[in-house]
């Protein structure tokens, strides 16, 4: 049975950097993961990440994976992890596929797309209606679409979709949106978006595809006629696989400055924790921290 000194859950950018600091303490590690860049993959144009004054999403994590497969990064790719629990005094980590043994594991899986929950929207998922403007707005060129949601992630949808969509219609459930405020300015002074606010989204209807959604405002219910629909609306941590690690009421796991756990060997990183900003950069940065934190713990805990 091969026993890893180190498992990293996650490849966006908390687990890469975690992989490549991992990598130059010369650790034997294993990173599994179902997708590489996370959602730094799926943001569009990317202004505030040191270094790059510009760059888009696809780019940045496709420069992260290429930093990883420079230390030839043993990589279990489109696994989803099921459980972690601690078994014989080292870690079981099992996927959908196959079992791992680890002495530390760090957590770095991030978030995934909260749902509206509302009638229609299973139906007509994947048939007009996204949760990821990066890979899908292409499909809706000249066409009337909707952003649900009223922060940076509508916002930057949004944006994405002002240069492609014929219409951009925002339907945000607060009194005015969120977000940067650079963002904001953008997305309000754009010539083809309409803003919906105290607005939500109460069913998703159509034929074969999307073609309109229901809202209520404080004036009553009105159809929205659309041919795609983008939810932005937040994010759930993925870390129901986690079961005795402390969590806090959002399900992000609690950490300390040293991105311990409530359990010695379990470490996390990026989205997936209590930091409170969650953006590309800090959890870059968490990831390095985190993967400096496994080195001292496996040299202080003699195996």
């Known amino acids: 049975m091969q026993i890893y000194d180190l498992i990293i ?12 600091y991992s990598a130059r303490k010369k650790l034997n590690f294993l990173v599994i993961s179902l997708d590489i860049g996370g959602q730094a993959a ?7 990440y040191t270094g790059y004054q510009f760059i888009t999403g696809p780019e940045l994590a496709q420069k992260f994976h290429e930093h990883m497969r420079k230390y030839d ?3 279990k790719e489109n696994e989803e992890v099921l459980e972690l629990k601690r078994l014989n005094g080292v870690f079981l980590v099992r996927t959908n596929k ?7 594991v760090i957590i770095a899986s991030g978030k995934r797309s909260k749902e509206l929950g509302v ?11 996204t949760y990821c403007a990066t890979c899908d707005g292409p499909l809706f060129a000249s066409k009337d679409v909707a952003v649900i949601g009223g922060g940076n992630s509508a916002l930057d949808a949004a944006l994405q979709l002002v240069k492609i969509a014929k ?3 925002i339907v945000n459930k607060t009194s005015a949106l969120g977000g940067d405020a650079i963002m904001r300015q953008k997305v309000e002074g754009a010539a083809n978006v309409a803003v919906f606010n105290d607005s939500q989204v109460i069913s998703v209807t159509g034929d074969k595809f999307v073609s309109a959604i229901k809202i209520k405002d404080n004036t009553g219910v009105k159809n929205l006629s659309v041919q795609g629909i983008f939810v932005e609306i937040g994010l759930i941590p993925n870390s129901a696989f986690a079961g005795e690690v402390e969590k806090n009421n959002k399900g992000e796991i609690k ?6 756990t409530s359990i010695p060997g379990v470490f996390a990183a990026g989205d997936v924790t209590d930091v409170p900003e969650k953006q590309i950069i800090i959890a870059a940065g968490e990831g390095s921290k985190a993967a400096l934190s496994v080195f001292r713990y496996l040299a202080i805990n003699k195996f």
């Open 119 to 129: 009638p229609g929207e299973k139906e007509f998922k994947n048939r007009g209606l």
């Open 73 to 75: 990064t043993p990589l």
């Open 42 to 48: 799926w943001s569009g144009d990317i202004e505030n």
């Open 167 to 169: 219409q951009v219609n």
């Open 9 to 20: 859950i996650g490849a966006g950018p908390a687990g890469i950097t975690a992989s490549v």
């Open 255 to 260: 950490i300390n400055l040293r991105n311990e």
């Open 98 to 104: 196959s079992d791992y043994n680890s002495r530390s």
